[in-house]
């Protein structure tokens, strides 16, 4: 862990929805000051044990010295979640990373629409707070798989008017999962679309955004694009611009770590590809991604990556280090 930290006193703990709490964390003592942040943004926790997990803020961007997450009970956690549920209690002090942004809110579009899919609403949440307070009008469609487990529910239906027109979504209700060419068909290809879920529900997301030609989709993964092996993965040579060394990373390891054991320290946090602090600039190489922070177009450009979980297929790979 490279990124300087904060030491974050947890304040309040809430339930929010069945299998969701929300932390509210503030400054552990006067001399720790929390940066102001941006809708969108996410905050690492580090949990002990080398264990660190990103989680969206999704309390309102205006907010001072006060960051709030949501954190839903995952039934397959690796610990993280369980964690936040089980040991993370009122009064205890955690190191945190300082606000990252990798889902930028565009607050100047016409028009917003913002889709989530259950935990998913916690960067949207944010979001929608911050489109209201500027005056901005905004789509909200809220998927989740019952009405028990839709977090901030309340908050939203006080929020509900003509500038914010909320469709809410649940499976068991609906007897199906939400069609989301019908729940965005006609939002205009001048709208920004965000959308924040589990895997499927942004794999269709983004290509129901492209079959409606709306070239402003936007997406934040929780967890980095799974990729079935190969079997051939080769080993390949890390040449770094600005220093001019050279680094070997053998088939099964990561550049991250080929790089730390070379006696280097880059920048980085999560070590999964999800909370984007090791992103580097590419000057050469043919890239393998593997993350949950590039879209579409990014990876296909070539010039950045996550070298924690990201690789590269030719011989050679030229980083701006």
């Not at 909320?166 to 199906?176: M, N, T």
Request: some cysteine.
């Amino acid at each position: 862990m490279s990124t300087p930290t904060l030491a974050a006193l947890v304040h309040t703990m809430r339930w929010e929805a069945d299998g969701i709490l929300s932390v509210e964390l503030r400054p552990a003592t006067p001399a720790v000051e929390f940066p102001p942040f941006e809708a969108g943004s996410h905050i690492d926790l580090h949990l002990g044990n080398a264990l660190s997990r990103s989680y969206s803020l999704c309390n309102p961007s205006s907010d001072r010295q006060r960051y709030v997450v949501g954190v839903a009970l995952d039934r397959k956690s690796r610990g993280g979640s369980r964690f936040v549920h089980q040991q993370l209690r009122v009064g205890q002090t955690l190191q945190i990373a300082p606000p990252r942004n990798n889902f930028k809110l565009h607050e100047d579009a016409p028009r917003s629409v913002l889709v989530s899919g259950g935990i998913g609403i916690t960067p949207i949440w944010c979001m929608v707070q911050r489109l209201v307070a500027l005056g901005r009008p905004v789509d909200l469609i809220y998927c989740a798989r019952n009405r028990k487990e839709a977090a901030f529910r309340e908050a939203i239906e006080a929020l509900a008017g003509d500038r914010v027109r909320v469709h809410w979504h649940f499976d068991d209700e609906a007897g199906a999962p939400p069609q989301l060419a019908k729940l965005l068909a006609g939002k205009g290809a001048e709208s920004h679309f965000y959308c924040c879920g589990p895997g499927p529900m942004l794999d269709a997301f983004e290509a129901t955004c492209e079959q409606l030609g709306y070239p402003n989709a936007h997406i934040e993964r929780f967890a980095a694009v799974h990729v079935e092996p190969t079997g051939k993965e080769q080993g390949f040579t890390v040449v770094l611009e600005k220093s001019g060394k050279e680094v070997e990373v053998p088939p099964g390891k990561s550049i991250l770590d080929s790089l730390i054991d070379a006696g280097l320290n880059p920048d980085h946090s999560c070590k999964e590809g999800v909370c984007g602090a090791c992103e580097t600039a590419v000057l050469v190489g043919e890239l393998e991604h593997h993350d949950g922070v590039l879209t579409k177009f990014e990876r296909e450009s070539g010039k950045t990556m996550m070298i924690c979980v990201s690789r590269c297929k030719s011989a050679r790979l030229v980083l701006d280090m």
